[in-house]
């Protein structure tokens, strides 16, 4: 190893010198002194008296001139190289790769694992494993015959003491905390903790104390695992449980039979003209949860877009003259509309995952390139298995409690080989990195399983989120489960709303079901309860233009609504359709 005391005994000594210096001579000592150069008297710093006082600055030549003393040059060069690299005060990933690679050489690095022997030199993995609690568990167990030596049981010993009580102590300090181990042997238990990388040196950035530790991250997730519980059930005042997503992708089909989907050339998405049209005729998700998924209507667009290429719904058509090329409903899609819900998901399920169930495939649902690999998908799919099928189907949790549980018993970014490049130019930090999988695992739950059907959420009564796994949610991650996909699926919307007799809709509850389908042939004027709709000639005419037949429509409006439809309205409907006719 290098950098790091080679006589532990003396080492203690000169910190225990080093403990009655001022913090300014300390800084003096290492930010202005030089090895092997010598300080000239032009100096005034009034540390320099100090540090001569104690020996560790002697007279150079010349009069006046001063430099490190002899017997003080390697402490001083060890102080210098802790100085570099302030672990406890900035750990992160990205300055354990360079301690690792500056402490430890070559043949150090692969003896500290097995599976490193041929990769001594993959920094970012010995990060991971020597930064992990696991590692904490297993790197000072029995090796060869040389197992209980006094050296072993005495790393133990300060290992217990760092896990369980403080994780990082002042290195001058430890015979207070240790007074019935003799010096040579916590000396011996040290420097072996520090060779199998299980503790650390760094220095305190306010006093340049140096401290010896286990890796912070760890110790904090030790202690998190100690009083982070799995979430508990949450009381929920609203929910929210519909496939969105298939009724976003039938609405824009719709659209698509007037007029196919035109695209920016630059970046194949559409025009914002388009988005503002279409996102009038989408149904509307509760403020609460728009805002706790990020779903807003333009994103909402972007995915059915995405599930319609996914699907084979909607294809590439003839290139327009200052676009790209547009998208327009597929062979296949004339039917699939007509389809009850439950149908037209099934479908949408078996086209992205396929029939045998391939839930990796979710992720292409998902805007996160550093998924789109094979290798990634198959790392982090297991993690969001298991993660999602801990969530109880009868109740609701709090997704924060949720989130944040989950982060605290691990993640597939631990050893940091899946993080995105714009997570920055280094690697980034543990912290980071758990908030990364705390992001991810809402943008799935957000993108994937409520667009889907696949979880219900839910409000409590001080704004908390949560959410509970459906059967549909299940299925979409090959979970067993106990009814069918189509069992939460069914259209219940029946008696939700009443038609007037002026073409207004006045919704009694909220119902996506029927907020959606009513999207597609009326205009507009609210959202949730209230008048949410008007009927109007051209609102008529546009549904016309999609396909829609006036039984459809007249059957929707009977469906869902509480009383008879008003005469006027039922005889305007087919004569303003007939005329919209082609």
């Known amino acids: 190893m290098r950098l790091f005391p080679t006589d532990w005994l003396g080492y203690l000594d000169q910190l225990a010198q080093w403990g009655e210096l001022s913090i300014a001579a300390r800084r003096t000592f290492l930010d202005g002194m030089t090895p092997g150069l010598s300080l000239p008297p032009a100096s005034a710093d009034p540390g320099i008296s100090e540090l001569r006082d104690a020996g560790l600055l002697v007279e150079a030549g010349s009069t006046g001139y001063v430099t490190v003393a002899e017997g003080s040059a390697q402490f001083h060069q060890v102080m210098k190289a802790l100085e570099k690299y302030p672990l406890f005060e900035v750990p992160g990933l990205a300055a354990l790769t360079a301690y690792l690679s500056e402490h430890y050489t070559q043949q150090d690095r692969s003896q500290l694992h097995e599976s490193l022997a041929l990769l001594p030199n993959d920094l970012p993995r010995i990060a991971g494993f020597v930064s992990s609690v696991e590692w904490l568990g297993g790197a000072l167990a029995p090796r060869g015959k040389a197992a209980e030596s006094a050296d072993s049981g005495t790393a133990r010993l300060l290992l217990q003491f760092f896990t369980e009580q403080r994780d990082r102590i002042p290195v001058r300090d430890l015979e207070e905390y240790f007074p019935g181990v003799p010096r040579d042997e916590l000396c011996a238990g040290v420097r072996l903790g520090i060779q199998r990388a299980v503790f650390f040196l760094g220095l305190r950035r306010s006093d340049l104390e140096p401290l010896v530790g286990i890796w912070p991250a760890a110790a904090r997730r030790l202690r998190r695992l100690s009083v982070v519980l799995a979430p508990e059930p949450v009381a929920v005042t609203r929910v929210f449980r519909h496939p969105f997503l298939v009724d976003d992708l039938t609405t824009l089909l719709l659209a698509a039979r007037v007029v196919p989907i035109p695209l920016r050339r630059d970046d194949d998405k559409p025009y914002t003209r388009f988005v503002e049209e279409a996102g009038a005729m989408l149904l509307s998700l509760p403020d609460w949860l728009e805002s706790f998924t990020g779903l807003s209507l333009e994103v909402r667009i972007g995915l059915a877009l995405q599930a319609a290429r996914l699907t084979g719904l909607l294809v590439p058509g003839a290139a327009g003259r200052a676009g790209g090329m547009p998208l327009a409903p597929s062979a296949e899609s004339a039917a699939w509309i007509e389809k009850p819900?439950?149908?037209?998901?099934?479908?949408?399920?078996?086209?992205?995952?396929?029939?045998?169930?391939?839930?990796?495939?979710?992720?292409?649902?998902?805007?996160?390139?550093?998924?789109?690999?094979?290798?990634?998908?198959?790392?982090?799919?297991?993690?969001?298995?298991?993660?999602?099928?801990?969530?109880?189907?009868?109740?609701?949790?709090?997704?924060?409690?949720?989130a944040e549980y989950q982060a605290a018993i691990g993640s597939p970014l631990a050893t940091a080989p899946l993080l995105p490049e714009s997570a920055g130019s280094g690697l980034a930090t543990e912290e980071a990195m758990e908030e990364l999988w705390k992001s991810f695992l809402g943008i799935f739950l957000g993108r994937c399983l409520l667009a889907l059907g696949g979880a219900e959420a839910g409000i409590t009564a001080d704004a908390r989120p949560g959410f509970r796994m459906t059967d549909t949610g299940r299925a979409l991650l090959g979970l067993p489960r106990d009814g069918l996909p189509d069992r939460e699926t069914a259209e219940d919307d029946a008696g939700t709303l009443v038609v007037q007799p002026n073409f207004e809709v006045v919704f009694l509850a909220p119902s996506p079901g029927a907020e959606a389908s009513l999207g597609r042939f009326c205009e507009r004027v609210g959202r949730e309860v209230g008048v949410l709709f008007r009927i109007t000639r051209q609102s008529v005419a546009r549904a016309a233009s999609a396909g829609l037949r006036p039984e459809q429509v007249l059957e929707t409006l009977a469906r869902t609504s509480r009383s008879p439809i008003p005469t006027n309205v039922a005889h305007e409907i087919p004569g303003w359709m007939a005329a919209a006719a082609p």
Not at 362 to 372: A, C, G, Q
Not at 379 to 395: C, D, H, R, Y
């Open 341 to 402: 819900l439950a149908e037209r998901l099934a479908y949408v399920m078996t086209a992205i995952c396929g029939v045998r169930g391939k839930p990796s495939c979710l992720f292409d649902l998902m805007e996160e390139d550093w998924t789109s690999s094979d290798g990634a998908r198959e790392e982090i799919l297991p993690w969001l298995v298991q993660a999602f099928s801990s969530v109880p189907a009868t109740t609701h949790i709090g997704f924060a409690d949720f």
